[in-house]
């Protein structure tokens, strides 16, 4: 009989992470992202649509249909309350996106900023109200 060697299970790698984004209109999300930031639909689920997911490369968001607001009053605005952060590589890269998004005709809740830990960021205010950072190394 052949003796079995072993193995230690191998630690689970984290791969990536989906923000969960609350929304008033599924539809009108996934036009928002399609359109203006450049994401593509993975799913829409529903009818109505209730739940759905856009990709842009390796950056998915989720967008789950809510009836009521999820924050008091302007509590988001007012202590800029991220939903979500999305990381490239580079501060070309940063600058790049943002270029391309103002082309757009996105709103931004903050412009393309240098911060004092050495990225360079800015922040998009989704239809409604999500604020998603975007944000990349301050150095070349």
Same mark, same amino acid.
């Given at each position: 009989m052949k003796s079995r060697k072993k193995t230690t299970p191998r630690k689970p790698v984290l791969r990536a992470t989906e923000a969960q984004l609350y929304v008033a209109d599924v539809d009108a999300s996934c036009a928002f992202f399609t359109s203006k930031l450049g994401f593509n639909i993975v799913f829409v689920y529903g009818d109505p649509p209730f739940y759905g997911q856009v990709k842009r490369n390796e950056a998915?968001? @989720?967008?789950?249909? $809510?009836? +009521? !607001? $999820?924050?008091?009053? *302007? $509590?988001? +605005?007012?202590e800029q309350l991220l939903s979500a952060t999305i990381v490239v590589k580079s501060a070309g890269e940063i600058e790049t996106l943002f270029r391309e998004f103002e082309s757009a005709g996105v709103r931004f809740a903050q412009p393309l900023k240098d911060e004092p830990w050495g990225a360079k960021t800015f922040v998009v205010?989704? !239809? *409604?109200? @999500?604020?998603?950072?975007?944000a990349g190394s301050g150095d070349e």
């Amino acid at each position: 009989m052949k003796s079995r060697k072993k193995t230690t299970p191998r630690k689970p790698v984290l791969r990536a992470t989906e923000a969960q984004l609350y929304v008033a209109d599924v539809d009108a999300s996934c036009a928002f992202f399609t359109s203006k930031l450049g994401f593509n639909i993975v799913f829409v689920y529903g009818d109505p649509p209730f739940y759905g997911q856009v990709k842009r490369n390796e950056a998915r968001l @989720n967008m789950r249909f $809510v009836t +009521e !607001p $999820v924050f008091a009053g *302007d $509590v988001r +605005e007012r202590e800029q309350l991220l939903s979500a952060t999305i990381v490239v590589k580079s501060a070309g890269e940063i600058e790049t996106l943002f270029r391309e998004f103002e082309s757009a005709g996105v709103r931004f809740a903050q412009p393309l900023k240098d911060e004092p830990w050495g990225a360079k960021t800015f922040v998009v205010s989704d !239809p *409604d109200g @999500n604020l998603i950072s975007f944000a990349g190394s301050g150095d070349e």
